[in-house]
Nanobody, 120 residues
Framework: QVQLVESGGGLVQPGGSLRLACAAS????????MGWSRQSPGKQRELVAV???????KYVDSVKGRFTISRDNAKNTVYLQMNSLKPEDTAVYYC??????????????WGQGTQVTVSS
């Protein structure tokens, strides 16, 4: 059974930084693309960053240049470094895994979510 456990959320002021981490259990990590999606009240859920098992990445336009996704295959962990945070980045952030996550945005597994709040 695959489990994704996020950590690192919290409250930060505009312009600040946070790093999210997602530890994956199960035997799919090395095969899967990993990503982060987010959802805030009244908005559609969006996939903000994805990384393949080989390290290729892509981002939604609103976070390009501010967010960086990375993975440590030895630790079965994926990270999301978030810099220059804005109030509109406030959301629950979910770790995702999927064999077709990079190519099709298809999520096979979800984490429980971690709250990120950007406010002064």
């Amino acid at each position: 059974q695959v489990q994704l456990v996020e950590s690192g959320g919290g409250l930060v002021q505009p312009g600040g930084s946070l790093r999210l981490a997602c530890a994956a259990s199960g035997n799919i990590f090395s095969l899967s693309s990993m990503g982060w999606s987010r959802q805030s009240p009244g908005k559609q859920r969006e996939l903000v960053a994805v990384i393949t098992s080989g390290g290729s990445t892509k981002y939604v336009d609103s976070v390009k240049g501010r967010f960086t996704i990375s993975r440590d295959n030895a630790k079965n962990t994926v990270y999301l470094q978030m810099n220059s945070l804005k109030p509109e980045d406030t959301a629950v952030y979910y770790c995702n895994a999927g064999l077709r996550l990079y190519s099709l945005g298809q999520v096979d597994y979800w984490g429980q979510g971690t709250q990120v709040t950007v406010s002064s």
